[in-house]
């Protein structure tokens, strides 16, 4: 059974980091592409990054760049989302996404992903 589950999240005062995994079961991850979405209470389900399988590329929404950083780690079947400078509107539901993409760049509509974690909750305050 193919299984995506977060971790990492938790409590962390503005300015803070947390790092994100997102470990796969039942499948490895080499020839996927993973997506990091987030959800905020009242608010839609919107894309934060993505990385590409084999070819390495990487997309971040722009509310995030140059805070956040994601990585895979293939022998550990798992993708990181690093967040550093956490902001309060960085407060959300977090969700990794995976879907068989090999070399092709990552998508960034939710659309597109074909499996999906439970979600770990990130909050950002003082």
């Known amino acids: 059974q193919l299984q995506l589950v977060e971790s990492g999240g938790g409590l962390v005062q503005p300015g803070g980091s947390l790092r994100l995994s997102c470990a796969a079961s039942?499948?490895?991850?080499?020839?996927?592409?993973i997506g990091w979405f987030r959800q905020a209470p009242g608010k839609e389900r919107e894309g934060v990054s993505c990385?590409?399988?084999?070819?390495?590329?990487?997309n971040f929404a722009d509310s995030v760049k140059g805070r956040f950083t994601i990585s895979r780690d293939n022998a550990k079947n798992t993708v990181y989302l690093q967040m550093n400078s956490l902001k309060p509107e960085d407060t959300a539901i977090y969700y990794c996404?995976?879907?068989?993409?090999?070399?092709?760049?990552?998508?960034?509509?939710?659309?597109?992903?074909?499996?999906w974690g439970q979600g770990t909750q990130v909050t950002v305050s003082s």
């Open positions: 990385i590409s399988s084999m070819i390495g590329s990487t």
């Open positions: 996404a995976a879907v068989r993409r090999v070399f092709r760049l990552c998508p960034t509509r939710e659309a597109s992903y074909d499996y």
């Open positions: 039942g499948f490895t991850l080499d020839y996927y592409a």
